[in-house]
């Protein structure tokens, strides 16, 4: 979906799920993303930081953001 990229929609859109689930109590959430993915910087941004790393190589990471 290249034509929606740099918008802001999916910061927007994480960052909603991020006060939902604060707001339902979770402490934390945690995701998957491969290392190349354009959105890692994304999650980054939004908090969340790597914590592990799997795959061939690396490259995937599993990243967490405390609520």
Same mark, same amino acid.
């Given at each position: 979906m290249?034509?929606?990229r740099r918008k802001g929609i999916g910061e927007t859109v994480l960052r909603a799920c991020m006060v939902?689930?604060?707001e339902e109590g979770f402490q934390a959430l945690s995701l998957s993303v491969a290392v190349h993915n354009r959105s890692r910087m994304m999650y980054q941004r939004a908090g969340?930081?790597?914590v %592990?790393? %799997?795959g061939d190589g690396g490259d995937?990471?599993?990243?967490v953001a405390n609520l």
């Amino acid at each position: 979906m290249p034509l929606h990229r740099r918008k802001g929609i999916g910061e927007t859109v994480l960052r909603a799920c991020m006060v939902q689930a604060r707001e339902e109590g979770f402490q934390a959430l945690s995701l998957s993303v491969a290392v190349h993915n354009r959105s890692r910087m994304m999650y980054q941004r939004a908090g969340f930081e790597k914590v %592990s790393e %799997s795959g061939d190589g690396g490259d995937h990471w599993t990243m967490v953001a405390n609520l």
